[in-house]
Each structure stands twice: as C-alpha cells, then as structure tokens.
C-alpha cells in the first residue's frame, strides 16, 4: 500500500514536499517513483529511485528542480519540489515496482498510490 501527502497549494517559485509511505510488500521493492497528471492529460514520469543501485531519475522538465530521496527506516519516499511553476500544477502519485524495467514506463509499475493535489498559482 502507498500513500502519499504532502500537496497543497502554493505560489509560484514556492516549494513542497510530497510524500510516499510504503507498507506491506517493501521489502521486493526494485524501485518507486512519481508521475504527474494535469487536467485532461496523460499521466507523465516525473523522477524515480532505484533502491538497488540508489540511481536516480528524473524528467527533464523537472531536472534540477526536482529531488527524489527515500528514508530506509521508515519505507518513506519523498518529493523535494522547488522553484515550483503553474506547469507542475497536478495530481502527484507515488507507484512501485517489483522488477526491472523502464523506469519511466507507467506499465512497469504495480503499485500506485491515491495521489496528492499539487496546485502553483502564479
């Protein structure tokens, strides 16, 4: 089970930190990570962690503003966002993996989260 928190609203040029806690099957996690879907678009890669290797990724829309990061102790995986802008306005969603696979493929992931509303008003 994943559950994230953490949205909210915010000004633009603002920063939140979204949050993804694991529970149940963490221990075959390969990997988690977050995609994004605005309003009337598809669901999109954002960044993800490989727990195996601690590689990191991200969408370039994103890079360098984005950070992705995990507490072991916890099975906790968070979403350092800053410099935030009305484009990054959507729902956030947390989702894991249990095997290899393309990291920003949707497909390759089981398990997803609720989502989190994150909203940048400029």
């Known amino acids: 089970q994943l559950i994230e928190s953490g949205g909210g609203l915010v000004q633009a040029g603002g920063s939140l930190r979204l949050s993804c806690a694991a529970s149940g099957r963490t221990a075959s996690t390969y990997s988690m990570g977050w995609f994004r879907q605005a309003p009337g678009k598809e669901r999109d890669f954002v960044a993800a962690f490989s727990w195996n290797s601690g590689r990191t990724y991200y969408a370039d829309s994103v890079k360098s503003r984005f950070t992705i990061s995990r507490d072991n102790g916890k099975n906790t995986m968070y979403l350092q966002m800053n410099s935030l802008k009305p484009e990054d306005t959507a729902v956030y969603y947390c989702?894991?993996?249990?095997?290899?696979?393309?990291?920003?493929?949707?497909?390759?992931?089981?398990?997803w989260g609720q989502g989190t509303q994150v909203t940048v008003s400029s």
């Open positions: 989702a894991a993996r249990y095997t290899s696979g393309t990291y920003y493929s949707e497909d390759t992931y089981a398990s």
